[in-house]
């Protein structure tokens, strides 16, 4: 079956600093999605790319579909203590089932 | 504009006991799907419900555990002879259309199993 994985599984940030998390599919993807959850809380929807290559920008996050659909990226910049939260990419497949990377949980030092 | 709503947010059984998770999706969705988050883990998917029907439950442990989606009411899921193992956040999540991939997720109920 199709398989998500995400790395890294922990990221610890300096504030200020800049990092991305990526998110590997063992199939080619309909879609991926893209999920924060915050320490205690539930998973929020942040974005969702479709197209092959696309790129989108939320302020200072900005999401990469790869060219082959099959994997993604989420890069932040200048990372702010609000960012803290475990981030979660969800690839589609071409029979509409949603499967969860297991999340890159980010910390992040004052 | 209420969404995804679950009940209990916390809840304590003993082992052998059963758990009833109720999942009221938002306002037009029916598709229901329910997840398991162990501490420190991702979600792991469990059962794909419609209104009456069960789509995937490819996820759901063979053995005491069910879910349901009436006609009137809330999604249920039914632990039974809940053991330690059974502590976990669970969530779900609804859609609207057939395939509406965007999934809007309830706050969670945290089962603890003493």
């Known amino acids: 079956g199709q398989q998500v994985m995400q790395i890294p599984q922990y990221q610890h940030v300096q504030e200020g600093e800049d990092f991305t998390t990526y998110c590997n599919s063992s199939t080619t993807l309909s879609n991926i999605q893209w999920y924060k959850q915050r320490p205690g809380g539930h998973p929020v929807f942040l974005i969702q790319?479709?197209?092959?290559?696309e790129v989108k920008k939320q302020k200072r996050l900005t999401f990469q579909f790869g060219e082959a659909k099959k994997n993604s990226s989420l890069h932040i910049t200048a990372t702010q203590t609000t960012d803290v939260g475990t981030y979660f990419c969800?690839?589609?497949?071409?029979?509409?089932?949603?499967?969860f990377g297991a999340g890159t949980t980010v910390t992040v030092r004052a | 504009n209420a969404g995804v709503m679950q009940n209990p947010r916390h809840l304590v059984r003993r082992r052998g006991q059963e758990a009833r998770l109720r999942c009221s999706p938002m306002?037009?969705?029916?598709?229901v799907y329910w997840y398991r988050q162990l501490p420190e883990e991702g979600l792991k998917f469990m059962v794909y419900l419609q209104k009456e029907n069960i789509i995937d439950e490819s996820g759901m442990p063979k053995e005491r555990f069910s879910a349901e989606f009436p006609k009137e009411g809330p999604s249920i899921l039914r632990i039974q002879q809940v053991v330690r193992g059974d502590s976990a956040a669970y969530f779900c999540?609804?859609?609207?259309?057939?395939?509406?991939?965007?999934?809007?997720f309830g706050p969670g109920t945290r089962l603890t199993v003493l």
């Open positions: 306002k037009g969705h029916s598709h």
């Open positions: 999540a609804s859609t609207g259309l057939a395939g509406e991939d965007t999934q809007y």
């Open positions: 969800a690839g589609l497949s071409n029979d509409y089932k949603l499967s």
């Open positions: 790319l479709v197209k092959s290559g």
